[in-house]
């Protein structure tokens, strides 16, 4: 950041730019990593019409000179279109014209990446550190929406993917888009028909998201049910409140239409002998969530509970038990299996 400083304005980021195949956009593959250009950054910045940058070595330049190559410096400065042109963005089921949930991504000419107006422009990636319903994969950012957003574009081209789980077909297509564009509607369309011929997809292992947000990026990844696993990290307790052994979210006597599920049960874990998770059961929380001291519990926790007492307990009140990320930690999983307590595994 010392490389390029502004006055009468504020860097926000500088970060490098991502080079999307632009051009082949539409025949290209979903989820492709962009390249990362080496010698392009891309400065994300606000300032007043008379700011100038200020660049290594001493040399100054106008905001309103950006196309002009600096003598002194040799280094460009080329502008990008301000995504100032708001637009309201539809994601339609063909055949139904229905608006479905969806995973989407938006970037502009330059790479940048255009999130809807209510979506982090910079998802965090870190654990558990980011709150809006974001995909960081790798540098390739997406959001979810439940088929409607307002998005701010700019104009030109811009470039668009969405996808839907395994068996809606993918959709790359390039708009663009104009000071009369008010409205783009995508849409999608069925490739498989698993669904319709009694298969059902699920996730057994998710943490940190509220159930509402669970909800909804399981109905745009096309995960009919989710279960959302409350659990301790040290002092750290996470959907504890979200758990109260009775409601599974997205039924039709909850108000949803019984096809995307989530339920919220419980990751209880000892760093040595093992992780299990405890899926649907009803009642109360199966306590101690974890034991045996950092980092799973707080410091200086005995071991007041064993994976097989938990996986037990759990079948007494109607649940399921899964050992996750098998094979590790693998303690105690071999004699949880040869009892016969864990229903399944969950292969990492």
């Known amino acids: 950041m010392s490389q390029i400083e502004l006055d009468l304005g504020q860097v926000i980021a500088a970060r490098p730019r991502l080079v999307y ?21 891309l400065v994300e910045y606000a300032a007043h019409d008379d700011a100038e940058f200020h660049l290594e070595g001493g040399a100054r330049m106008a905001l309103h000179d ?36 969806v995973k989407l991504h938006v970037h502009g000419r330059m790479g940048e990446y255009l999130a809807p107006i209510d979506r982090s422009r910079n998802p965090n990636p870190l ?19 439940n088929g409607e957003a ?13 996808t839907k789980g395994f068996e809606i077909k993918p959709v790359r297509k390039t708009y663009t888009v104009t000071p009369e564009t008010k409205q783009i509607t995508v849409e999608i369309e069925k490739a498989l028909y698993w669904r319709e011929e009694g298969w059902v997809t699920a996730d057994t292992h998710v943490h940190f998201l509220s159930p509402a947000t669970a909800m909804l990026e399981g109905a745009a990844e096309g995960v009919n049910v989710i279960n959302l696993l ?46 299990i998770s ?10 101690p969530l974890c034991t045996g001291g950092a980092d799973e519990s707080a410091i200086g926790d005995p071991v007041d509970a064993l994976l097989t007492e938990w996986a037990q307990q759990c079948r007494k009140q109607g649940g399921l038990v899964v ?14 299996i040869v009892l016969g307590e864990a229903d399944a595994v969950e292969i990492f």
Not at 278 to 287: A, D, E, V
Request: net charge negative; proline share 6%.
């Open 21 to 41: 195949p632009n051009e082949g956009w539409e025949r290209t593959r979903q989820n492709l990593q962009p390249k990362t250009g080496s010698r392009e950054i």
């Open 230 to 275: 409350a659990s301790q990290w040290g002092e750290l307790m996470t959907n504890v409140g979200d758990f109260d052994g009775q409601t599974t979210f997205g039924t039709k006597a909850a108000g949803g239409t019984g096809e995307f599920l989530v339920r919220v049960g419980t990751e209880n874990r000892q760093h040595v002998l093992g992780h």
């Open 150 to 162: 307002t998005i701010d574009l700019p104009l030109g081209e811009v470039y668009v993917e969405i």
């Open 323 to 336: 050992l996750p990320h098998f094979p590790d930690p693998r303690l105690e999983n071999a004699a949880t």
């Open 127 to 145: 654990w558990f550190e980011n709150y809006s319903p974001d995909f960081c994969h790798g540098n390739h950012l997406a959001t979810y929406i």
């Open 278 to 287: 405890l899926l649907g059961y009803s009642g109360k929380m199966i306590l």
């Open 66 to 101: 950006l196309e002009m190559r600096s003598a002194e410096s040799e280094l460009v400065l080329e502008p990008v279109e301000p995504a100032d042109q708001r637009v309201r963005l539809f994601v339609v089921e063909a055949g139904t014209n229905k608006v479905v949930p």
